[in-house]
Every structure is written in C-alpha cells, then in structure tokens.
C-alpha cells in the first residue's frame, strides 16, 4: 500500500459557525464519509476514538464529524479565544498520528436504530409518495447548505401534515435554527408540498 498520501501535512482551518458555541475545524483530508453526532460522551466512547479523546477535554460539550471536518460545541463557561488554539492543535495531532476517527459499523448501528424509532410510523402510500419527496427535497436542498455551517439536518417523521426533523451538529442549540427551519426550510417546504403544513426540529 502506498503511505505517501497519508504522509502530506495535515492542514487545518476553523470556520465560523451561526452557533456561537460551536466551531468548525475543516481539514484536507476526509474524515468520515457520512455523518457522526455525539452530543453524549457514552455514544463517542463507544463508537469513535477521536470523539473520546476530545470529550476528555473538559470544555468539550459536543463532537460532531463529516466528510473533512469537525465541528466542536464548547460549554459555554469557556470562551473561544482560551481554547480554540489547542483544539486546534490537539485535533491536527490526532490526524497526523492516524488516530480512529469513527468505527466501522457506525451508520448501520444508527441507521438501525433510526428503523427502531420509525418502526412506529406507518406511512399509506400516499403519505409514503409524500415522505420520499420531502426527503429528496432536504437531501438536495437543505443538507448541503446546513453542512457549510458545520451541522446536520435529518428527516424524522411526517404526520398530520407536520415534518419533524433532527438537527445534529452546529445547528443543534443554534439561536438562528428555529429561523433557518420556520423561514427556509418550511417556506420551501410548504411551496413545493401543499400537504406540507409546518416543519418541527428535535436535536439530534
């Protein structure tokens, strides 16, 4: 197998996220293909190496990792300017010593669970039409824009005309959410699918 690639420098840059507790941290190399939310210590312990070794660092309140970045929540007794540097620091180290970023197995294990907790919708054929449409239209349009501020938006259920949605990531907790969700994402919404009437967020 051929090391150069992985021996190229690691650069490493933060973002600006609209959730002042949250930072992106973008790197040139990929991550993770595919999304990884740990809002709980428990769930990076078990399932990311990387997301352990940032919880124990006491400021760390939420990891959150796709493609080439990672987007970090601090508690918010702590300020940017006190921890940003070693955030930095700590999380170029870990890429450059090859360290784990995200088990196998993660994206079944929650896809699964995602099964256990839509088992109890039962969509009719009309409402199943609906639910791939408002699928197809947050995957083309909503994700891609969400992923720029270092967050996540995912399709939950749909009922009585109301989306639910989950919000991972730098949107999870941000103040301009529930105005990107109520202004953007229900007004796109309700315009394209009439049976669309509003649009509710869980965090991830």
Not at 137 to 149: R, S
Request: glycine share 8%.
């Amino acid at each position: 197998m051929d090391n150069t690639i992985s021996k190229s420098p690691v650069m490493l840059y933060t973002e600006q996220t609209p959730n002042p507790e949250s930072l992106k941290f973008v790197t040139n190399r990929m991550l993770y293909r595919g999304t990884a939310d740990f809002r709980e210590e428990e769930l990076a312990r078990e399932w990311s190496d990387l997301g352990a070794a940032l919880f124990d660092l006491a400021y760390v309140k939420g990891v959150y990792i796709a493609n080439n970045f990672v987007t970090v929540t601090k508690e918010f007794n702590y300020s940017w300017e006190d921890i940003m540097l070693k955030l930095k620091k700590f999380i170029k180290n870990y890429i450059e010593e090859g360290g784990e970023i995200v088990k196998e197995g993660f994206e079944e294990a929650m896809a699964k669970l995602e099964e256990e907790r839509g088992a109890s919708y039962e969509y009719s054929e009309d409402e199943a039409e609906i639910v791939k449409r408002i699928k197809e239209l947050i995957d083309t349009y909503v994700k891609p824009a969400v992923e720029g501020d270092g967050g996540n938006i995912e399709f939950s259920s749909f009922e009585n005309g109301v989306v639910s949605v989950i919000l991972q990531g730098a949107c999870s907790g941000c103040p301009s959410s529930t105005v990107t969700l109520k202004a953007g994402i229900e007004g796109m919404l309700k315009r394209m699918i009439p049976e669309v009437k509003e649009v509710v967020a869980h965090m991830g």
